[in-house]
């Protein structure tokens, strides 16, 4: 029943043409020696040219052994057999299971390069899948989470399968033990203290019991999830591209406009589809992270504004833009540090930004922006500080506007807005190099001299 079952799935699914070299994850456990014997049955029409992958963690006394009953299987089978030692002063004091992981797919995917094979096969079998989507939705429920495990998936050059994700643990074992295959048992994973062993031993029989078809449902809620949400996310990148504007090294920055077009629950979607491909390196953001970011760039009441995103990240919205970016703001410098202006010098400012006010036979050839400004000689030394946006700027002989207004009107963000130099002559403000002069300053008079106020 098993050996027919597994050939006509092969036969189905055509995993990998015949001879075709495929990696197999073996761990000597009854699904990989399962895997390893169904493999070997198959008709030549559809057998693969089979590459054995072992990975010794050295966590038990029975990992030598295992590993020697399995070099004697592969020279029985005439397999080719690859080996590597996870030694035990390379083990970490915690997170053990995960780095273990990482070490066995790492070595997995050199075999493939260094074999040439594009296929990887793993004996994850339906009870895993069951114990994986009870597991999710204990731990979070997170939508995205719930796909469980897939028949394949990309995987370093290739892919990995699972060809046995549609067979019951139970019937593996009876056809094991039918067929006298010898395998080792990990007494590890009877130990009840691991959330998977208490869901496998505790959880899994109750909900087979409750229905002998649950491995099956569990599959089929997998698949029918999978799908949905890759058109979900096909949606959402589509206006994820849309959305974002411009990214840099550090820097994210989008279109708010676009997003507020769609529901809260679209938003969401969004949100998280921009969040997994941009910073796919990063947990998710939580339920309420996402609802707190939805409120918070749809609040027309507050055009500028930042939230915290976790993992020193921010949000910056600024009117209909939005910048991702790590950690905060660029704190003010205060008004506390000044410095006076040499003609025909560059100043340093401590954004690292340059400030200058040059004749014409000294001007720079490339500068950021430049104003045209008429000085007097009694009008010198000139300083340069950081405005705060309580000081108002001439606009005519009889007009001022604060600066604060001036920002707004201009919708300058925040980070702008602290990193505003003005120019001073005395208690005149002259103007801000890259925005606008006083019009005390900006027309020629009888004894002025024309200078350019430059910032770069």
């Given at each position: 029943m098993v050996t027919q079952a597994f050939q006509n799935l092969i036969k189905e699914q055509q995993f990998w043409q015949p001879a075709e070299k495929v990696v197999v994850a073996t761990s000597t456990g009854v699904d990989s020696m399962v895997l390893l014997q169904l493999l070997t049955q198959l008709p030549m029409g559809l057998k693969p040219t089979i590459i054995v992958a072992h990975v010794n963690h050295e966590l038990r006394a029975e990992s030598t052994t295992e590993e020697t009953y399995l070099r004697q299987y592969c020279e029985q089978q005439q397999l080719t057999l690859k080996v590597a030692h996870w030694p035990a002063n390379a083990h970490p004091t915690t997170g053990i299971?995960?780095?273990?992981?990482?070490?066995?797919?790492?070595?997995?995917e050199?075999?493939?390069?260094?074999?040439?094979?594009?296929?990887?096969?793993?004996?994850?079998?339906?009870?895993d899948q069951l114990e994986t989507l009870v597991m999710k939705l204990i731990r979070s429920g997170e939508l995205?989470?719930?796909?469980g495990i897939q028949v394949s998936r990309p995987f370093g050059t290739g892919q990995l399968i699972r060809p046995l994700l549609t067979f019951d643990k139970a019937i593996l074992r009876q056809f094991a033990n039918q067929?006298?295959?010898?395998?080792?048992e990990d007494g590890t994973n009877q130990n009840l203290d691991v959330l998977r062993n208490r869901v496998r031993h505790q959880i899994v029989p109750q909900l087979k019991q409750e229905n002998p078809q649950v491995i099956q449902n569990a599959n089929r809620f997998s698949t029918s999830l999978s799908a949905l949400l890759t058109s979900q996310n096909d949606w959402a990148m589509t206006v994820v591209k849309l959305m974002v504007r411009h990214k840099a090294q550090t820097e994210l920055v989008g279109n708010l406009t676009i997003i507020q077009q769609f529901t809260p629950v679209q938003q969401r979607l969004i949100w998280q589809q921009l969040w997994r491909t941009e910073y796919p390196g990063l947990?998710?953001?939580k339920n309420n992270q996402l609802t707190e970011l939805i409120q918070f760039t749809n609040q027309q009441a507050k055009?500028?504004?930042?939230?915290?995103l976790g993992h020193d990240y921010v949000l910056m919205k600024v009117y209909n833009q939005f910048i991702i970016r790590p950690g905060q703001p660029q704190e003010s410098v205060g008004?506390?540090?000044?410095?006076?202006l040499t003609v025909n010098q560059w100043c340093l400012l401590p954004n690292a930004e340059r400030i200058g006010v040059f004749d014409l036979e000294?001007?720079?050839?490339?500068?950021t922006s430049q104003q045209v400004i008429w000085l007097t000689s009694t009008d010198w030394p000139l300083t340069v500080q950081q405005l705060t946006g309580s000081e108002r700027l001439a606009i005519g002989h009889e007009h001022t506007k604060s600066i604060k207004r001036l920002f707004i009107d201009l919708k300058w963000s925040q980070r702008q807005r602290q990193n505003s130099w003005g120019v001073w002559s005395h208690d005149q403000l002259i103007g801000l190099p890259q925005l606008r002069v006083s019009a005390l300053f900006n027309q020629p008079q009888t004894g002025k001299i024309r200078y350019v106020l430059c910032c770069d």
């Open positions: 299971e995960a780095a273990a992981r990482q070490f066995r797919y790492q070595f997995f050199s075999v493939m390069e260094s074999t040439g094979a594009k296929v990887l096969l793993t004996a994850h079998h339906g009870d995205h989470e719930m796909r067929q006298g295959i010898q395998y080792f947990p998710a953001l055009p500028q504004g930042q939230i915290d008004t506390t540090w000044s410095a006076k000294h001007l720079p050839q490339k500068v």
